[in-house]
């Protein structure tokens, strides 16, 4: 598996503003993605997060609302842009670390509220 | 793409009893089929998956069954322990068409003492 922090934990934050959130794991990890859980619902994949080059997003994102960066093969950011109330989620980074074997690992999440 | 769909939503058990909770889903090309527990506050734990060449997989009081010809895949919890109540999600891939996961809607179980 992997050991993987997010930063901030969580946060409240102003409508109109944005947050960028950081996720960190400790080993070089294949595939890391981006995933928002809204209060009481299911995983949506975000976006996968692609080192070195523009991520690829899912259906319904776009990214000029959550631009994510993967600079190298252990760290990953998403931001979360012009927020407003409807935004409010937990925000999860996962990682696939070895490819032939799937096993997707979560970080602990971020919770944003936006007032 | 794939639609995963989960039951029941909510399920209350005594300590000790077992705790069954069920997925289907619709891509017959899906091979891989993990679950998670997610305890509050806290993100989804990977507890047990399986992959489409076998039928069942057991780790200690956590099973979880394939059958491929219907679609569906089941998780067994026995001996269940207050620690148990969680949300738990099921979820399916086909590892041909890339790393997402497509996730049930979870379930609440609840074990009372």
């Known amino acids: 598996s992997a050991v993987i922090s997010q930063k901030p934990s969580r946060d409240i934050c102003q409508r109109g503003t944005s947050l960028t959130i950081q996720c960190q794991v400790d080993?070089?990890?294949?595939?890391m993605f981006w995933y928002r859980q809204q209060p009481g619902q299911s995983l949506t994949l975000i976006a996968t997060a692609n080192q070195g080059s523009e991520a690829t997003y899912e259906s319904g994102f776009v990214i000029d609302k959550f631009p994510i960066s993967r600079p190298n093969l252990t760290f990953s950011t998403l931001t979360v842009s012009n927020m407003s109330p409807e935004d409010s989620s937990i925000y999860l980074c996962?990682?696939?670390?070895?490819?032939?074997?799937?096993?997707?690992?979560f970080g602990p999440g971020t919770r944003l509220t936006v007032l | 793409g794939e639609n995963v769909e989960q039951h029941p939503s909510t399920l209350s058990v005594q300590e000790g009893d077992s705790a069954v909770i069920k997925c289907t889903y619709s891509d017959s090309a899906s091979n891989y089929f993990p679950w998670y527990k997610q305890e509050l506050g806290k993100g989804p734990q990977l507890i047990i998956d399986?992959?489409?060449?076998?039928g069942e997989k057991k780790d200690q009081r956590i099973a979880v069954t394939l059958n491929k010809t219907a679609k569906h895949f089941s998780l067994h919890i026995t001996e269940t322990q207050p620690e148990d109540s969680a949300v738990y999600f099921c979820a399916a891939k086909n590892s041909n068409s890339g790393y997402a996961l497509n996730f049930g809607k979870g379930t609440s179980l609840l074990v009372t003492p």
């Open positions: 996962s990682v696939v670390v070895r490819a032939k074997y799937n096993e997707q690992f």
């Open positions: 080993s070089q990890v294949t595939m």
């Open positions: 399986i992959r489409s060449n076998v």
